[in-house]
């Protein structure tokens, strides 16, 4: 064994792969501890590669035995896989090799979960299953026969032939190993059929476990409408006879869009009124599509290298956002993506994590599935759209669907397409791919005789290996509204493009009130000059959603902000817009809940930050709880009235239901500040539905109430995985600043508590991180408690270890005690015998801040 350091990959050294691979035929042997793979494989030399060098990846296989064209040949050994000599033409490759998928706790490649085979290969998983080149620009059409005793036993594409103890599936579309997908165990299925716009007859199912077959027709809908709406609106068609999910309780992801298997963590599709709140349907109806898009932004056309990540998840995180605002409300969505993007990229841009939405460098690959990758890259497409308009927009997808077709392509290709149908020059906007961070727009404004100027200034902080940053385009939409609030000029585009910039509007009769960044048209912070009274205008009178939202958010935040480093009480100004906005029956539900909420601790302590004082978490979450309560006085003599307004008698999942309830909670959780849980506790006995049980029990523990709600919620759902998940997650999230730790660790004792299963570990643990006064608490024992977990939790999953030691990433921001207390952590984990490659990335580059 080598113990050198891990090796860091550049964008700059990508070359193409020596060999083509014609077909791939493989045969598993299933058995938990001893799985054969017996591979054969024709390659052919690739003419446009120079390096003929023979190399597949491979990791922890044993190799039994290997031939190139029927002769047995010994491979060479070498870092992450073998080599070996070939003939100068086409030739076939055959391996066998041993697995364990039962002692494969990692999670990726061929692993167990709850006694069912299944796999996991994005990125770099294949390479556990057998040898193989396991890079995403090698597509190759692949067969696979599968023997086991299992009842249900699936792979790719269409289903072949089948016998006693066999089954084979082929797949005709060539794909990159990272889609391989393989399924075995006692299932049962929700089937349902599709027919596409030229007539195929498509086979859907859902399968799940025994026991789950009734939380499937959700996801099937949602299944439905997403092929519908790909139809419609990119023109993109089913491509099998069959289209397969699969529910997995032990997931490291979300979902992964396997080609024609979609294997999903339960968590994500199983739905069913008793047991998911709106927030697990809505993300449900996302993730189905949102993997079901791939099909085409993926699977069809997928990533050259890694690099090129964004390429199909920013695009496909772009399209299921568009699908979930037509199934919903845009409006909405977009006020929950901006909330999301801002606690998760923005706080990753602000710190030691920042990297570019297309990174040129990586040690572990895993690292990079990131908001940046993901959000920041849909914000990109986002912004193109808006740029070049909707019509070229879809052509331009139309032309990239048929230039690229079945191969493996780069940004490049993508804005290429672009460029040809508009005939613009879109260097400068690449730009967005390639450099990280924030950038920051000031804005200020001059009025003269009828005319409006507004002057932009952009800049970008520095980032990790990135100190100059260059002006970058962006696009601003604007809308005027008069005095009388009337909207005088509606939204309008304007192209930044300088590094300082200013536009007018001219003709104006009196001096209006400028709408900036409506829709929130690009993902910048704005810095404006603005008073209560102004905001407060908006908030009445802008004609953007986004942007009414926007001033009632900037209202409480300056108020918190207020309170908490000038010990001011609350403003009445910005107490009286909320509740007029909250009383305002022409406004939908939804959107009066999202202005009702506030702002997190975790925002407030970057804003704080960022304005060069140092956060107090504890002083933070009082300040927090103190407006709550003013909040609750201000608007407690029209609790009762909305309250029943908005009573949903029959429990729909949909945009109305959803919001309504939405809203209900909101007050509930203010009422139950004053009456100490009655109607909190009355909702808690009569719910017949999740989003009422558990917003009703989240009410009383976030007044520190609720102790015997407590025990019955898990009385009542002690036998259900993913609503025990709930159970674990809101005794830490919603614990008082100073037990925030020690419920943590006493819920560590709890029987049905495994750090094997990443939806459990995440419950109590990203749940402590998202405690923000709780794990930051001044004693140190929830970094320390999470430090200890993490250790324990690299040796079984390192992926999920990595990923969770993002918790630390704002550490620069706090006192030199709480710095002290997490470097020393973060040396501790640092410090760990044979640390993964996953976890050693993660924290050097969080300790380099
Ligand atoms: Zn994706």
């Known amino acids: 064994m080598k113990d050198a350091a891990p090796e860091t990959i550049y964008l700059k050294d990508y070359t193409p792969f020596g060999y083509q691979i014609e077909s791939v035929h493989l045969t598993f042997r299933l058995h938990p501890t001893a799985t054969r793979v017996i591979s054969k494989i024709a390659f052919a030399p690739n003419p446009e590669a120079t390096d003929k060098r023979f190399f597949l990846h491979g990791e922890e296989l044993s190799l039994i035995s290997a031939k190139i064209n029927g002769e047995a040949i010994t491979p060479r050994p070498v870092e992450g896989g073998l080599e070996a000599d070939v003939p100068e033409g086409p030739f076939v490759w055959e391996a066998e090799v041993e697995i364990s998928p039962e002692t494969n706790t990692a999670l990726e490649g061929l692993y167990m979960s709850s006694g069912m085979y299944c796999t996991q290969c994005e990125a770099e998983g294949f390479r556990k299953i057998t040898y193989y080149p396991d890079r995403p620009d090698v597509m190759a059409t692949f067969t696979v026969r599968i023997e086991g005793d299992q009842p249900v036993m699936l792979s790719n594409g ?238 331009g997808c139309d032309l990239y669907f048929e230039r690229h077709d079945g191969q493996a392509v780069t940004i490049e290709d993508w804005l290429k397409a672009f460029e040809d149908v508009t005939g613009r020059d879109l260097a400068q906007f690449k730009q967005w791919y390639s450099q990280a961070g924030t950038p920051r727009l000031k804005m200020s404004e001059a009025w003269n005789d009828g005319t409006l100027t507004l002057t932009f200034a952009q800049s970008t902080p520095p980032t990790p290996g990135q100190s100059e940053k260059k002006p970058q385009v962006i696009p601003i939409a604007v809308g005027l509204i008069g005095p009388n609030g009337d909207e005088v000029v509606p939204t309008t585009v304007l192209e930044m493009t300088e590094a300082e910039q200013s536009f007018t509007f001219e003709g104006l009769g009196a001096r209006p009130v400028a709408s900036v960044l409506r829709d929130f048209s690009a993902p910048v912070i704005l810095e404006r000059e603005m008073d209560d009274d102004t905001r407060a205008f908006l908030l009445a009178h802008d004609t953007d959603p986004f942007q009414k939202w926007e001033m009632g958010r900037m209202l409480t935040k300056d108020m918190l902000v207020a309170m908490i480093t000038a010990d001011v009480p609350p403003a009445e100004t910005a107490l009286d817009a909320i509740k007029t906005v909250l009383t305002d029956e022409s406004l939908d539900p939804a959107f009066r809940a999202l202005v009702l909420g506030l702002p997190s601790e975790d925002d407030l302590a970057q804003t704080i930050f960022d304005a060069g004082q140092t956060p107090d978490p504890a002083k933070i979450h009082a300040a927090r709880k103190s407006l709550r309560h003013a909040l609750a006085l201000h608007v407690s003599d029209v609790l009762p009235t909305l309250g029943r307004q908005l009573e949903t008698p029959v429990f729909v999942p949909d945009a109305d239901g959803s919001g309504k309830r939405a809203l209900r909670h909101a007050l509930l959780a203010l009422e139950t500040l004053l009456d100490d849980g009655k109607a909190a506790r009355a909702l808690f006995a009569r719910a017949d539905n999740m989003s009422d049980q558990s917003a009703s029990l989240q009410a009383l523990l976030a007044a520190g109430l609720g102790q015997d709600e407590i025990k019955a919620f898990e009385k009542q759902w002690k036998n259900d995985r993913l609503v025990m998940d709930k159970w674990f997650m809101m005794q830490v999230s919603f614990a008082a600043p100073d037990k925030a730790a020690s419920t943590a660790l006493a819920l560590t004792q709890h029987p049905d508590f495994t750090i094997k299963n990443p939806n459990r570990f995440r419950a109590v643990f990203g749940a402590l991180a998202g405690n923000h006064a709780g794990f930051h608490a001044a004693d140190g024992k929830a970094y320390q408690l999470l430090a200890n977990y993490l250790i324990e939790l690299d040796k079984i999953n390192p992926q999920t270890t990595a990923r969770m030691s993002g918790a630390f990433e704002t550490w620069k921001r706090y006192d030199a005690d709480r710095q002290g207390m997490i470097r020393s952590e973060l040396e501790r984990i640092l410090a760990t015998p044979e640390l993964s490659r996953d976890t050693t990335e993660m924290v050097t580059r969080i300790l380099s801040a």
């Open 158 to 395: 269409n289903p072949l032939t089948s016998g006693e103890g066999f089954v084979e599936w082929h797949d005709p579309w060539p794909k990159p190993s990272y889609l391989f997908a393989l399924v075995a165990g006692n299932l049962v299925n929700h089937p349902d059929r599709f027919t596409t716009q030229s007539g195929r007859d498509v086979e859907l199912n859902i399968w799940v476990r025994p026991g789950d077959e009734g939380k499937c027709a959700f996801g099937m809908q949602a299944l439905k409408d997403a092929m519908a709406w790909d139809e419609k609106t990119y023109g993109r068609e089913y491509d099998l006879d069959i289209f397969n999910i699969v529910a997995v309780d032990d997931f490291n992801m979300g979902a992964m869009e396997n080609k024609g298997l979609n294997v999903f963590n339960s968590s994500c599709v199983l739905a069913s009124k008793e047991t998911s709140t709106d927030a697990n349907f809505e993300r449900i109806e996302g993730i189905i599509a949102h993997e079901y898009f791939h099909n085409w932004t993926g699977n069809r056309i997928t990533c050259r290298d890694w690099f090129q990540l964004c390429l199909k998840e920013g695009l496909t995180v772009y399209r299921d956002q568009m699908f979930s605002g037509d199934m919903r409300s845009h409006a909405v969505k977009r006020i929950e993506e901006v909330l999301q993007l801002r606690a998760r990229q923005f706080r990753e841009d602000n710190g030691p994590l920042a990297h570019p939405v297309r990174p040129e460098s990586f040690v572990e690959i895993n690292n990079f599935y990131t908001a940046t990758v993901y959000e920041k890259g849909a914000e990109i497409i986002g912004m193109l759209r808006r740029l070049v308009g909707d019509e070229a927009y879809r052509k």
